[in-house]
T-cell receptor, first 114, second 110 residues
């Protein structure tokens, strides 16, 4: 069974550009979560999508947005990129919204903003 | 105060040593607790869930103390391959959000 897959693996952008990151959850999982892991910092919760709707977002500015498609895959969009957006962006999926279900992470997209 | 606090380490231990990691969390309403392992430049992987009754998986033992809001991970007979960052993770029941500690770096020396 395929795990959570993310693309691209690496992404290089310049300040002010937009970045789009993609995530495909484990088959059958309906919830997708996005996290940011900046160098030297812990993982920070970004967004949670379930059944196509945004259920919760972390303490990030509105230029971080996303969506979930009918097939439960998801996109994270970061507009007006800033240098400090350089980080590893991790996607996780879980089976439904039940809080006790463990989450499984993809390998991440490493975004570098120059 | 951080929501989840861990000693960042690094913990440098010889092979075969027993090492313990501690973690405290601030939200008493937190419902679920986990230890994740993250290798350098890789994604976090679930190591084990943590229950009040304690749970053991081979050389790894995890314990939760709800009254003290304290989580621990014990690694016995450490191996070189145990070298990684260990992340203490707390899940908020209401938001389904994972709150990560900043991780404790373990380096097992030959």
């Amino acid at each position: 069974e395929a795990g959570v897959t993310q693309s691209p693996t690496h992404l290089i952008k310049t300040r002010g550009q937009q970045a789009t990151l993609r995530c495909s959850p484990i088959s059958g999982h309906t919830s997708v979560y996005w996290y940011q892991q900046a160098l030297g910092l812990g993982l920070q919760f970004l967004l949670w999508y379930d059944e196509g709707e945004e259920r919760n977002r972390g303490n990030f500015p509105p230029r971080f947005s996303g969506r979930q498609f009918p097939n439960y895959s998801s996109e994270l969009n970061v507009n007006a990129l800033e240098l400090e957006d350089s980080a590893l962006y991790l996607c996780a999926s879980s089976l439904g919204r039940v809080s006790l279900i463990n989450k499984y992470f993809g390998a991440g997209t490493r975004l570098s903003v120059l | 105060r951080k929501e989840v606090e861990q000693d960042p380490g690094p913990f440098n231990v010889p092979e075969g040593a027993t090492v313990a990691f501690n973690c405290t969390y601030s939200n008493s309403a937190s419902q679920s607790f986990f230890w994740y392992r993250q290798d350098c430049r890789k994604e976090p992987k679930l190591l084990m869930s943590v229950y009040s009754s304690g749970n053991e998986d081979g050389r790894f033992t995890a314990q939760l103390n709800r009254a003290s809001q304290y989580i621990s991970l014990l690694i016995r007979d450490s191996k070189l391959s145990d070298s990684a960052t260990y992340l203490c993770v707390v899940m908020e029941g209401a938001t389904n959000k994972l709150i990560f500690g900043t991780g404790t770096l373990l380096a097992v020396q030959p």
